[in-house]
């Protein structure tokens, strides 16, 4: 059989070993040397040193474009052509890609020198941040833990919830997604990220996503530090019923169990709150906060933790570095989330999120009733998904219900592939074997791309429906490109 490094020469040229040696003796190049002189290798570096099975996967869907800038709610590509952009870097890009106000912070400490990560030692933009987050959280929080990340977050509650309560015990929803370290991981209600990393956390225990009978049950034991949930579920934008956040937190109050929200995807703006817990006005122990901080300029992430359960953790002057993350606070990140809370602030983005949320179901919904194949259309704020099932005529539902057997959720490609080579649209779909298709648009995102995504989305399920030719058509351009991936 021919090597993975054989296979790849043709796609990339030089091999590693020979690259490695030709490079030895050089120096570095500068970031403008590269971007200048180099342009046009993403794939080939991608296939050669990082992820090969990406880029099979982007050359077969047609998605291996050469991206050369970002900017407000757009992708552009090497020859100019821009691509709205709905998958947002998975929810990062709140205020726009590159927005200006927060590269200007971010040049700012570098030109002020800052005395950045003293580590025996704070500093004061992460204070400050501290400070305005707080500032914008419900009065049940009153500190704050930096991270980098949203998965470094949700270990940091998982570590805080079990020293403040003295319990062994975390419990988390059915098809939640927190992170992918294994301490988030074992809280991840998705076997395929799951699976072939075990054995994972002990003492983390899995309970129906809008289930109140099953998490009074399992706080019942006794035993339990913490129920960890997304107030919105980001896999598959799963919205609970109006009486089941408050429910569970006061289930989890009763049974002395912290309550934490998981707002790495749904906060900073993204529903049309400063955080969705404002929807069903929740007050509780901990608040994981990430993704949109920075504007997408710089990794961030933070805990937002009461007073009881904080001083409970760093009880004494020994205690006080039992959790932490070395570049946590950094004032880089510092000053990228206070300039991403200036923009949300100045630009009215939280407001603008929920208008163009409102806008874009009013013009969404519909779908629902002309089309066999539409299932729901659901969102809040700009989260936002629609999900299909399988058409009403007996042998088009058989073919569905055959091919879906073979490849869970390949409706949902026939959507997403012309979107993108068609009318570029770039959006995703919404987890592993689900026909369920989410957007998650910059928050400055113009009426007009709204209403041009619902347009092209239409044109789009209209072809598709008609599912045997759709699916021909589909089998006959991936088979094209997958061949070609092959060569």
């Not at 809280?187 to 129906?208: H, K, Q, S, T, Y």
């Not at 529903?271 to 901990?286: I, N």
């Not at 729901?376 to 042998?395: H, K, N, Q, S, T």
């Given at each position: 059989m021919v090597g993975i490094f054989d296979e790849l020469h043709g796609v990339c040229g030089t091999r590693p070993d020979t690259l490695r040696a030709s490079m030895s003796a050089e120096p570095a190049p500068t970031v403008s040397d590269i971007l200048a002189t180099r342009g046009g290798e993403e794939m080939a570096l991608n296939d050669r040193h990082l992820n090969p099975q990406m880029g099979r996967i982007l050359r077969t869907l047609g998605f291996d474009r050469v991206w050369t800038g970002g900017e407000g709610a757009h992708l552009i590509e090497a020859h100019g052509e821009r691509y709205l952009d709905l998958v947002g870097g998975y929810g990062v890009f709140a205020i726009g890609r590159n927005h200006p106000e927060a590269i200007a912070a971010v040049e700012q400490v570098l030109a002020?020198?800052?005395?950045?990560?003293?580590?025996?030692?704070?500093?004061?933009?992460?204070?400050?941040?501290?400070?305005?987050?707080?500032?914008?959280?419900?009065?049940?929080?009153a500190a704050m833990v930096p991270a980098n990340t949203g998965t470094e977050a949700v270990e940091a509650a998982i570590k805080i919830a079990r020293a403040a309560t003295g319990r062994p015990r975390?419990?988390?929803?059915?098809?939640?997604?927190?992170?992918?370290?294994?301490?988030?991981?074992?809280?991840?209600?998705?076997?395929?990220?799951?699976?072939?990393?075990?054995?994972?956390?002990?003492?983390?225990?899995?309970?129906?996503?809008?289930?109140?009978?099953?998490?009074?049950?399992?706080?019942?034991?006794?035993?339990?530090a913490a129920f960890v949930v997304e107030p919105v579920q980001g896999k598959g934008v799963n919205i609970p019923a109006e009486e089941y956040l408050p429910g569970a937190q006061r289930l989890c109050r009763e049974a002395g169990a912290l309550f934490v929200c998981d707002e790495v995807q749904t906060g900073i703006?993204?529903?049309?709150?400063?955080?969705?817990?404002?929807?069903?006005?929740?007050?509780?122990?901990?608040?994981?906060?990430?993704?949109?901080?920075s504007g997408g300029l710089v990794p961030v992430g933070a805990v937002l933790v009461s007073r009881a359960a904080f001083d409970k953790v760093f009880d004494g002057m020994e205690r006080a570095v039992r959790h932490g993350s070395?570049?946590?606070?950094?004032?880089?990140?510092?000053?990228?989330?206070?300039?991403?809370?200036?923009?949300?602030d100045s630009e009215g983005l939280v407001a603008r999120a929920?208008?163009?949320?409102?806008?874009?179901?009013?013009?969404?919904?519909?779908?629902?009733?002309?089309?066999?194949?539409?299932?729901?259309?659901?969102?809040?704020?700009?989260?936002?998904?629609?999900?299909?099932?399988?058409?009403?005529?007996?042998?088009?539902?058989?073919?569905?219900?055959?091919?879906?057997?073979?490849?869970?959720?390949?409706?949902?490609?026939?959507?997403?592939?012309?979107l993108f080579a068609e009318h570029k649209i770039l959006c995703q779909v919404a987890g592993h074997h689900m026909n369920v298709i989410k957007a998650l648009p910059a928050l400055m995102v113009e009426e007009a791309e709204i209403r041009r995504f619902a347009a092209a989305l239409e044109e789009t399920i209209a072809a598709a429906e008609r599912y045997p030719s759709a699916l021909a058509r589909f089998g006959l351009r991936t088979g094209i490109r997958a061949a070609r991936v092959r060569r």
């Open positions: 002020a020198r800052t005395g950045n990560l003293p580590q025996l030692g704070v500093t004061l933009l992460s204070g400050v941040l501290a400070e305005q987050l707080l500032a914008r959280a419900p009065a049940s929080v975390v419990l988390y929803a059915e098809h939640a997604f927190h992170g992918l370290t294994l301490g988030s991981l074992s809280l991840n209600g998705n076997a395929e990220f799951r699976d072939g990393f075990g054995p994972l956390l002990p003492g983390c225990d899995p309970v129906g996503f809008g289930d109140c009978d099953a998490l009074e049950s399992e706080l019942a034991r006794g035993d339990v703006g993204r529903t049309g709150r400063f955080l969705a817990l404002e929807h069903w006005d929740l007050q509780p122990d901990m608040i994981c906060l990430s993704k949109a901080l070395t570049f946590g606070g950094n004032d880089l990140a510092a000053a990228a989330a206070l300039a991403t809370l200036r923009v949300l929920q208008r163009m949320g409102e806008l874009l179901l009013e013009l969404t919904r519909p779908l629902v009733e002309r089309f066999d194949v539409v299932a729901d259309v659901r969102g809040l704020g700009l989260m936002w998904a629609i999900e299909f099932g399988p058409p009403g005529g007996a042998g088009a539902r058989r073919l569905w219900e055959r091919v879906e057997a073979r490849q869970p959720g390949l409706f949902s490609q026939l959507v997403i592939v012309p």
